[in-house]
């Protein structure tokens, strides 16, 4: 089976994506805190969306690169 190890990779990265971006969604959720009348943005929150954004694009650019 030559193809077997490119398509595990690519269900690897497809399933790392998948979970980044269920991590992604946490953090932007909880980097706006409700207060009163205004929202407080958590700047780690965000910080950390972002970076599981970024590592989200890269493993599905890796998912590309063996497909």
Known sequence: ???AR???EIRGA???AANGTEAAEHHNKKAYIEKKAYN???RRAG???LNEECD???RLRKALHYS
């Open 1 to 3: 089976m030559p193809h």
């Open 6 to 8: 490119p398509a595990e």
């Open 14 to 16: 497809l399933d790392d």
């Open 40 to 42: 407080e943005h958590d």
């Open 47 to 49: 910080r950390a969306a």
């Open 56 to 58: 989200v694009r890269r």
